[in-house]
């Protein structure tokens, strides 16, 4: 079945610094790219949405200048926490959908945990 | 709007015991329901679905029925073992309302031998 592979799966970084998470759908297409986070005891929220070669669409209340998304090609997206901070700590995934025989399909990645000391 | 509500966690059951997560949502139109499960250092995996009102979903020895009058759809199993262990996320998708899903909070299962 279709396989999206999220890295890395936890990473602790220092305030101020940034990080990237990537996300590459390994044997598929991925015309698009959901980014969700969830903070401890909370729901899993989408944070973004980004389809392959145009700017992410970020819901309410997500900075784009602090959470920068690429999607420059069908098999890769990744996300970019700037300038971190404690209160980014949190746990991120990603979702890719294709579009196969007439239905999206939509994979998940395995997760990051992100940790900003 | 649209959003899920999960039983809270975490739940420890014994080997062979019932399971039942309750999961009731809030949506317009006619959303598909899912649960999804996510074991220890791995992705979200898709557990089961439905996608009308009276669908029963299944896998794995895993139920759940989409109940519309109840807007509810809890998961059951008859007799859990040790690899059941994991997360579950109720979810809902809503095509009418744009492409995001919408989770509940995860609900962590032990399965004890």
């Known amino acids: 079945g279709a396989v999206v592979s999220q890295h890395p799966s936890r990473v602790i970084c220092k305030s101020g610094t940034s990080v990237k998470i990537e996300c590459r759908s390994l044997?598929?297409?991925?015309?698009?790219m959901f980014w969700y986070r969830q903070f401890p005891k909370q729901s899993l929220m989408l944070m973004a949405t980004s389809n392959e070669g145009s700017k992410a669409t970020y819901e309410q209340g997500v900075e784009k200048d602090k959470f920068l998304i690429n999607h420059a090609s069908l098999t890769l997206s990744t996300l970019t926490v700037t300038s971190a901070h404690p209160e980014d700590s949190s746990f991120y995934i990603c979702s890719a959908r294709e579009y196969r025989q007439g239905i999206y399909g939509y994979t998940f990645g395995s997760g990051t945990r992100l940790t900003v000391v | 709007g649209n959003s899920v509500t999960q039983m809270e966690g975490p739940v420890t059951l014994s080997e062979e015991a019932f399971l039942t997560i309750n999961c009731t949502y809030t949506a317009t139109g006619y959303p598909s329901l899912f649960w999804y499960v996510q074991y220890p250092g791995e992705g979200l995996q898709l557990l089961l679905k439905a996608t009308k009102a009276d669908d029963k979903g299944s896998n794995k020895g895993f139920e759940a029925t989409y109940r519309k009058e109840t807007t509810s759809f809890h998961l059951e199993k008859g007799s859990v073992q040790v690899s059941d262990s994991a997360v579950y996320f109720c979810?809902?998708?809503?095509?009418?309302?744009?492409?995001?899903?919408?989770f509940g909070t995860g609900t962590s299962l032990t399965v004890i031998p």
């Open positions: 979810a809902l998708h809503n095509q009418n309302t744009g492409n995001q899903f919408y």
């Open positions: 044997d598929f297409q991925a015309t698009t």
